[in-house]
Antibody, heavy 119, light 107 residues
Framework: EVQLVESGGGMVKPGGSLRLSCVASGFTFSDAWMSWVRQSPGRGLEMVGRIKRETEGGAADYATPVKGRFTISRDDSKNMLFLQLNSLRADDTAVYYC??????????WGQGALVTVSS | ETFLTQSPDTLSLSPGESATLSCRASQSVATQMAWYQQKLGQAPRLLIYETSNRATGIPARFSGGGSGTDFTLTISSLEPEDFAVYYCQQRFFWPWTFGLGTKVDIK
């Protein structure tokens, strides 16, 4: 059974930083492109970014609102995905989901981690 | 960015009735449209990928159609567990984008 479990959410002040982690199991993590998706009442569901497999260079793409502030990385030896959030703003407040990048019917989401940016 | 407009915002129906949900893209996304179902407190669950293919374990009462800019999700006979919010997502242009959702609630 595929499982994705996020951790690291919490409350942070504007301008602050946070690091989210996601541990994966039940599939060959190193073969998978991975992504982060966020959801908030104000912005709905929104792609944050995705990261390729290491065998394809491991590069990441980002959505415009987070480019230059957020960084996605992976550690295949630990089956883990990370999201470093810097220069946080109030409109980054959301539930952040770790997901597999969809490949036909292979599409899995974690339970989500809440990030609240507030002074 | 490719914008997706879902309609209606809310659909109020009774169990056993059929539901037709629409999603219009601001530019052609070929057949790269997916549909998700989300229940309160849960992550979205994939229903349909590439316009008309049901994901693993999804009942046959869910079907998808369309191409280019206009897509539909049809639920042929609503079961009690189908009352939820439904989102479309295009996977043709990066960043992939989602619609704002259609809520199917009990009349």
């Amino acid at each position: 059974e595929v499982q994705l479990v996020e951790s690291g959410g919490g409350m942070v002040k504007p301008g602050g930083s946070l690091r989210l982690s996601c541990v994966a199991s039940g599939f060959t993590f190193s073969d998978a492109w991975m992504s982060w998706v966020r959801q908030s009442p104000g912005r709905g569901l929104e792609m944050v970014g995705r990261i390729k497999r290491e065998t394809e260079g491991g590069a990441a793409d980002y959505a415009t609102p987070v480019k230059g502030r957020f960084t996605i990385s992976r550690d295949d030896s630990k089956n883990m995905l990370f999201l470093q959030l810097n220069s946080l703003r109030a409109d980054d407040t959301a539930v952040y989901y770790c997901t597999t990048v969809p490949r036909r019917s292979f599409d899995h989401w974690g339970q989500g981690a809440l990030v609240t940016v507030s002074s | 960015e490719t914008f997706l407009t879902q309609s209606p915002d809310t659909l109020s129906l009774s169990p056993g009735e059929s539901a037709t949900l629409s999603c219009r893209a601001s530019q052609s996304v070929a057949t790269q449209m997916a549909w998700y179902q989300q229940k309160l407190g849960q992550a979205p669950r994939l229903l349909i990928y590439e316009t008309s293919n049901r994901a693993t374990g999804i009942p046959a009462r869910f079907s998808g159609g369309g191409s280019g800019t206009d897509f539909t999700l049809t639920i042929s006979s609503l079961e009690p567990e189908d009352f939820a919010v439904y989102y479309c997502q295009q996977r043709f242009f990066w960043p992939w984008t989602f619609g704002l959702g259609t809520k199917v609630d009990i009349k």
